[in-house]
């Protein structure tokens, strides 16, 4: 277990070693901005810790599947979005996304791990397209990507690292509540959006 943490810690921290040495404090400043972009969001949070538990419910091969498609997708969303491709519903469409995957998790809903990739991969696209909408004018789009995508992967890992429980007794009851009170936060999201 030791090992698993150092391990993801060294993984989490090379990033940043890396921007600062080759492009200097403006990349590390533009990494720094687009690690925080998913965490500052709350419908972003929930839709990517979704990914990680369902991924998690399903197992193997969904419980990585899931999680390394879903960054690399949202990048090629995020790449729409710097380019100034309009999308239109994008915040419709998150919300959206956190009401489905936390729906599929709730109910215990097991595709075939083609549509599940289908559906993580449909949701991915609104989330990257905000992220790289939302590029400060100042940052670097690769070094600001670069820090949106391990954010996300992050976010993932804690989903599949709750989604441990399932291997416990009521851990499958643990994880459909979770997936229900996710769905739930969408639905207040959701509605947020409509009404306002």
Do not use: C, K
């Not at 990739?117 to 670097?140: R, T, V, W």
């Not at 643990?174 to 229900?180: A, E, Q, S, Y």
């Amino acid at each position: 277990m030791r090992r698993a943490v150092w391990i993801a810690l060294l993984v989490w921290l090379a990033p940043l070693a890396a921007l600062a040495h080759a492009e200097g404090a403006a990349a590390g400043s533009s990494f720094l901005t687009g690690f925080l972009h998913p965490i500052r969001g709350i419908d972003h949070v929930l839709a990517m810790f979704a990914i990680g538990l369902w991924g998690s419910q399903l197992g193997m091969p969904a419980i990585w599947v899931l999680p390394v498609a879903f960054p690399l997708v949202m990048a090629f969303g995020g790449a729409l979005g710097i380019a100034g491709v309009p999308l239109p519903g994008t915040e419709i469409g998150i919300a959206i996304s956190v009401v489905a995957l936390g729906s599929v998790i709730a109910l215990n809903v097991r595709p075939p791990v083609g549509a599940a990739l289908g559906l993580a991969a449909f949701f991915a696209i609104f989330h990257g397209h905000a992220h790289g909408a939302e590029l400060p004018g100042q940052a670097g789009a690769i070094a600001y990507s670069a820090g949106f995508v391990l954010a996300t992967g992050l976010i993932h890992l804690s989903g599949i690292a709750v989604g441990l429980v399932m291997h416990l007794p009521r851990g499958p009851a643990l994880v459909r509540i979770g997936g229900g009170v996710i769905a739930l936060a969408g639905v207040w999201l959701l509605a947020g959006l409509i009404t306002a």
